[in-house]
């Protein structure tokens, strides 16, 4: 940073007047925040209490220079927070213990929930006025990828419904769970299962018809959470604090306002999506309870989550709860 003399003669005042706002002004452009790359399995409505974060400037207000890249799965975003493309993941729970099972060594750490429930609905290509789980019995149904939380939570809906995933219907697990709405438009499947905004811009075109919510018919669940390797949650607890203090902001707002001033908040985010539909979406993942009011990530919700995994046939021992989640940056006030 330069130095600067200021000489004591007449017009010290406005002189010194100068320097003060040169040096402060110095000190506002050396002090953008400390850069975090954080990549989201999906841009979603589902995740709102982030977005309102970084709209309202929270991050920035702890100390984070935010930079938002979408891997489009979990896969993906597992792949970038492992090779440090990104500092933080946020995705489903479940891809933090395959990496763990498959012997990982610099694990990946869960150390806030956000999301409480699915937040994926079942989306017909009728039109359906009382919807039941009898009428997929035959039919096609485009799943996402196996092995991921949107397919699992609905093979775990089927079960508790009584049918029989592998026999009374067909689950196309072939397509990414960001690409069956395409797919679905393009006419594959008879119902396929979609996050918002996908659910109402289906209806919006007339290609589809939401017919039930799985966040619903699943009950709680811990479906996304932020997390990050073990190595970096040990040398930066700072950045992790910093980066958890922002989100606790953001979920207040969700608490404290409408779902019509959400909206407005979080449209720059969607700016291809009506306010008015923006703010359907929000009040539909609302009326489910699907975010948390707390971001601590409980060790029932991390067992039933195994349960389902265990369930799906992808984990065939229980991975332990201590390693793979922490609640310190969560439960500090």
């Known amino acids: 940073m330069k130095r600067f003399f200021c000489s004591c003669k007449a017009g010290l005042i406005p002189v010194l007047i100068l320097c003060i706002a040169a040096l402060t002004g110095c000190g506002e452009k050396e002090d953008q925040g400390e850069k975090l790359i954080l990549n989201e399995v999906a841009h979603s409505v589902f995740y709102a209490p ?15 220079d935010l930079e ?14 492992l090779t440090d493309s990104a500092d933080i993941g946020f995705m489903g729970c479940e891809s933090t213990i395959y990496t763990y099972a498959g ?13 409480q429930r699915a937040g994926n609905f079942l989306v017909a290509r009728e039109p359906v006025s009382e919807f039941s789980w009898d009428m997929l019995k035959g039919k096609t149904v485009l799943g ?32 990414d769970f960001g690409s069956t709405a395409a797919a679905f438009s393009g006419g ?25 919510s799985l966040g619903e018919e699943s009950g709680y669940v811990p479906y996304t959470a932020f997390c990050a390797k073990k190595s ?17 902001k953001g979920m207040e707002y969700m608490n404290e306002h409408s779902p019509e001033d959400i909206a407005r908040v979080i449209a720059p985010q969607f700016p ?7 703010t359907m979406m ?25 349960n389902i995994l265990m369930d799906a046939g992808v984990l065939e021992e229980r991975v332990p709860y201590e390693d793979l989640v922490t609640t310190t940056f969560a439960e500090k006030e």
């Open 232 to 248: 970096f949650i040990d040398a930066n607890p700072h950045r992790v604090q910093a980066f958890t203090d922002a989100l606790k």
């Open 144 to 175: 996402g990828r196996n092995g991921g939380m949107p397919e699992m939570i609905f093979e775990f809906v089927l079960e508790k419904n009584n049918i029989d995933a592998e026999k009374d219907l067909i689950i196309d697990k072939s397509i």
């Open 272 to 278: 291809e999506t009506d306010l008015s539909v923006l």
């Open 188 to 212: 594959k499947g008879d119902f396929t299962i979609e996050f918002e905004p996908h659910a109402t811009a289906l209806e919006q075109k007339g290609d589809g018809y939401v017919g039930a």
């Open 103 to 115: 012997g990982t060594q610099d694990y990946v750490v869960n150390f806030a929930q956000l999301t």
């Open 282 to 306: 929000i009040e539909r993942y609302a009326a489910q309870d699907t975010w948390k009011t707390s971001l601590v990530f409980e060790k029932d919700s991390f067992e039933l989550l195994q």
């Open 50 to 64: 982030m977005y309102v974060a970084i709209e309202e400037g929270y991050f920035e207000e702890e100390g984070i």
């Open 68 to 81: 938002l890249v979408t891997g489009f799965g979990a896969d993906k975003t597992m792949t970038a927070v």
